[in-house]
């Protein structure tokens, strides 16, 4: 799956460059995002813009890396919208991500 | 599991006649959880077994029934995801699929009938 990288300071940030994330390549996902952990980065930011479709196993995968970060404030995601915010909306799960019109207004939040 | 994503945007398309673009898409979520749960659940990801799925559009309502001939899913009560939101360590990872289906659908029922199962969703226009 396309994945786009940046680092801006100490704080990594992933682009998905697809338009889907889900069951048929959640765990590709998964093993990325584990392995940018294992090489340190412990502050990420995830940029979903581009996506049109999230399914359950797309969001578990992002429960997932965010359980291996261990910490809400270290995992951000940004550019949610459409029918991907809904699907947050409707699981609750825009109340455990901490979520962001887009990665300037989540690297912000987290140089305050 | 390409050509789920093949049938999901099938499906997308058909809804996109008579839907918002976003409903159409939440549609499409819909009708590809159902299939990937019949995959996992009704065949326990075994391959070469068949999903059949009918859509149906009516003045009134889109139907979507997807069917298998694998192993009956027991559920006896609607999905529930209860979870503390802070609470990371147990945050779910699995049993979201139909609880997004029975949030977005009007009406989902879930039957058996010689040896087929029939997952029928129901969107109301």
Redesign the interface.
């Known amino acids: 799956m396309e994945i786009e990288e940046r680092k801006e300071g100490n704080v990594l940030i992933i682009k998905i460059g697809e338009k889907?994330l889900?069951?048929?390549v959640a765990f590709q996902f998964k093993q990325k995002m584990a392995a940018f952990i294992e090489e340190g980065h412990s502050t990420i930011i995830v940029d979903i813009s581009d996506l049109?479709?999230?399914?359950?196993?797309g969001?578990?995968s992002l429960?997932?890396t965010?359980?291996l970060l261990?910490?809400?404030d270290n995992f951000l995601i940004c550019g949610a919208q459409?029918?991907v915010k809904?699907?947050f909306e409707?699981?609750?799960m825009d109340?455990?991500f901490q979520m962001f019109g887009d990665d300037k207004a989540a690297l912000a939040a987290l140089s305050a | 599991?390409?050509n789920?994503?093949l049938i999901?945007e099938a499906v997308r398309a058909m809804c996109a006649l008579c839907l918002s673009?976003?409903?159409a898409?939440?549609l499409?979520?819909c009708l590809?959880?159902a299939v990937?749960n019949a995959i996992r659940h009704a065949y326990n990801n075994s391959p070469d077994h068949e999903v059949e799925v009918i859509v149906s559009i009516d003045e009134d309502k889109i139907r979507f029934e997807v069917i298998d001939s694998g192993e009956f899913m027991k559920q006896t009560q609607k999905p529930d995801?209860d979870?503390d939101?802070?609470d990371?360590?147990n945050?779910?990872?699995?049993?979201?699929?139909l609880?997004?289906v029975d949030?977005?659908m009007d009406q989902v029922t879930y039957e058996s009938s010689e040896g087929k199962n029939i997952l029928t969703m129901i969107k109301k226009l």
């Open positions: 889907r889900a069951a048929d049109e479709f999230i399914d359950s196993s969001l578990a429960v997932f965010l359980k261990k910490e809400k459409g029918p809904s699907i409707i699981t609750r109340k455990v | 599991m390409s789920v994503s999901s673009d976003k409903d898409k939440l499409s979520i590809f959880e990937t995801l979870f939101p802070e990371i360590e945050l779910p990872e699995s049993g979201m699929g609880f997004i949030k977005i």
